[in-house]
């Protein structure tokens, strides 16, 4: 079993930028895909960015491209979402997820893919 440990959220200000990090244990990381997901109050866990074992494939939500940048480094065992020009609509509970295979398809972006969870990190965005 693999342990995430999310870090790195807050209360910005819309326009600003923030730095999430999910920091890996157990396993051996550097075979895992992993993702990030979000869930705002009262709505559905949804698909934010992934990302494969070596990191030269990555996946956005169509909301997020151009804003946010996914990476990884594996000697670290570290997973990182980069999210600039926050809006008040990225408001939610970030989750860094790991999948011990390679998704096919939309797999990619349904969180049942994915065996392990990190504990989630809040991010609000005022206007």
């Known amino acids: 079993q693999v342990q995430l440990v999310d870090s790195g959220g807050g209360l910005v200000q819309a326009g600003d930028s923030l730095r999430l990090s999910c920091a890996a244990s157990?396993?051996?990381?550097?075979?895992?895909?992993m993702g990030w997901f979000r869930q705002a109050p009262g709505k559905e866990r949804e698909f934010v960015a992934a990302i494969n074992w070596n990191g030269n494939r990555a996946y956005y939500q169509d909301s997020v491209k151009g804003r946010f940048t996914i990476s990884r480094d594996n000697d670290k065992k570290m997973v990182y979402l980069q999210m600039n020009s926050l809006k008040p609509e990225d408001t939610a509970v970030y989750y860094c997820?790991?999948?011990?295979?390679?998704?096919?398809?939309?797999?990619?972006?349904?969180?049942?893919?994915?065996?392990?969870w990190g504990q989630g990190a809040q991010v609000a965005v005022a206007p």
């Open positions: 157990g396993g051996t990381f550097s075979y895992l895909s």
């Open positions: 997820a790991a999948d011990r295979d390679t998704p096919v398809g939309g797999s990619w972006y349904t969180p049942a893919e994915y065996e392990d």
